[in-house]
């Protein structure tokens, strides 16, 4: 799986390259994807062979890596459907594939779960979970639990229902659906949810939080990471921001829109709930991964889970029953004043509260939140958590009149800049105990790539503007870089070869939400493309231009 | 071939062969599915004024097929796939666009339950199903979703998303004649060709701005877009739609458009 472990720690032991000696560390060989969209796939390796799924047309490559320059053993492609490419809203990505008992799998852009034999390539089977014409995608990375396929939908700005579905690992026939909103029996809210706070208890609240029939399209969506803790038998993901409507049409917290569920692997039944931002204002969808860690919080051991959150907060939470134990900001907000511990209740800014017809300036974090789907990591040496992440804020302003499909109507753009700094990016370091950042390197481009950490204490990350950096995981220097032939928005993963040494890897080529100016090739005058977030990246296509390649790198 | 060649065609055949051999092309960008604007079985109002465009400039009329959705100017005309689109609105920053042919606003469509209603102040809104359509960009909204979330009304409202099989406003007309809905909120042209087609009564009324949210726009021009930088095609086309008004008035009959351009008289 992409994170490596169930935890989602994005942590592997290997020693071998340590913070003495990766100044050394050199190409060990290199593979053009051919494709020119955003690459934010990690590369998994199983025996001797790595997979990587591409952006869309979601091709499938095998190399066997006991071969000289790892040649490729098999390629699948799926078909895709073309027109997946017009509903996707930030750029055609694909996160990963996940590997369980010689199977992989895998999602495509339009809305395929599809299982191949890990050896030969060959397709097993392939399910259909959604539809294009009704604005539905999938972009995540499947996680395989006790033989099901976990599987979360995206577009939630188009109108789609979010759910988490799973699939029979064996089969591929659906084994249960739990969506992110309406009744409770199509959550699989039963006697077993215990939320943890009075304001995620009741009956029915996917359908009463909302407007009569809203809840029907009302978002939520599953695109992020999922984790599991075997202990306690409990699945972990986030959901999406509500929406196609308006905030004004939909007055009510919209669950189950926005918040952490915990649920049963072999029932979906859900077990508790935390929504991080209720009626959201601002797109901050709550899809961050939730890292899961045992850390001493007040003196007493606890299971705990990290989230480095859109909405700007590092929570650490009870990962038993929910609790929030503590909610600090990792990045300059204003749209909120901070989560009541007592009540686990976000505190908004009323006077950041975006209203048609009105300008509103300084609200930060901008739309892709303080950190967008990017995945953090963990180390269990150093006790810190890696936030690979943005610093940006934006403008709501009143824009020219907006036509889509023959209908007018005067839209709201948002225009982002650089936060506080000026620096658009930054990869931090976090302590969760002391619910502090240790120590930060500011990145002129938000840092839109994951992140890995070893066991030599050396944390990895790419820039947008094509540098993989190696970094010394206990203060935060620089120790190495090496410049891609594209920016970086991938998942750095190390592993051990066939030959005994570690490696790292890398997907380059720029793209996704952040860097679709450059892989969509949008017009760098029309501040508004791309969500707004072209505002914020008028330079990137002077320094990067598009195109996958995969890099390997090993010591001498 | 321009229509100069056209009637010079007996004096100079010649060169009006040699011209014919490559003739000049209108390229139009055009949502496939999206009546009563466009359709690939060229049955919308928009292919019928394309067709009139192309024939007053002599040109062959080829389409660019896309759904208007995000991106749409990009993907079309930002790609290099066609020259214009028939119907945008008149101050789209996107494009450089033409005077307007026709203005329009959103209507209420109102179904036997709810005759008359015209206005977001009527008491009768709060007990009846209305239908709005929903754009699907993030933090916005149409005109009447906005007027109905400010004037209190949120439970009674059913979103008919962008995406979806077939038109949203084709949708809506269906869920009045069905009866799931009493009223609908659509934008005017769609409203006036699927209303027109129901084979329930309906009524449509220009819905207005809610006295509290005045500057809220229900009305928008229409005019046909080119690249920004396309003068030369902008000058041609504001030409011909000075010419050919009466007809693209009849096209617009035709499909029972609403038109609220009351003032729009003869040009200058």
Redesign the interface.
Known sequence: MPARDYANTRFSPLAEITRANVSKLQLAFSFSTGVEKGHEAAPIVIGDTMYVVTPYPNYVYAFDLTKPGASVKWKFDPKTNASAQGVACCDVVNRGAAYADGRLFFNTLDNNTIALDAASGKELWRAKLGEIRLGQTITMAPLVVKGKVLVGNSGGELGVRGWLTALDAATGKQVWRAYSTGPDNEVLIGPSFKPFYAQDRGKDLGIKTWPAEAWKIGGGTVWGFLSYDPELDLVYYGTGNPGPWNPEQRPGDNKWTCGVFARRPDTGDAIWFYQLTPHDLHDYDGINESVLVDLPIGGVARKVLLRADRNGYVYVMDRASGEVLSADAFVHITTTLGVDLASGALQYDPQKNPRVGTVLRDICPASPGAKDWQPSAWSPRTKLLYIPHQNLCQDALVSETSYIAGTPYVGADAKMRAGPGGNRGEFSAWDPVARKKVWTIKEDFPVWSGAVVTGGDVAFYGTMDGWFKAIDARNGALLWQYKTSSGIIGQPVSYRGPDGHQYVAVLAGVGGWAGAVVSGDLDTRDGSAALGFVNAMKDLPHVTKPGGMLYVFRLP | MSSACRSTLLLLGLLCVAAAAQPRELRVCA?PD?LP?SHEDGSGFENRIARLVADEMGAELRYAW???????V??TM?AGLCDMFI???A????LLTTRPYYRSSYVFVDGAGARGVASFNDPRLRSLRIGV???????????P??A???TGH??????F?????G??AQRMIEALASGELDAALI?G??AGYFATRSTTPLELRVARSPAS?A???FE?D?AMGVRRDDRALRDELDAIIARRRADIDAILAAFAVPRTDLSWGPGP
């Open positions: 949502d999206n604007f896309l759904p208007l959705r995000r991106g749409f990009r993907k930002g119907g945008v609105p101050d789209y920053e996107r359509q929903l754009v699907g960009d993030d933090l916005a909204a149409t005109p979703g906005y109905l979330a400010m949120v439970d009674n409202v059913r979103g998303t962008i995406y979806g099989q038109p949203a934008w042209p769609q949210r500057d809220l726009a928008f229409i």
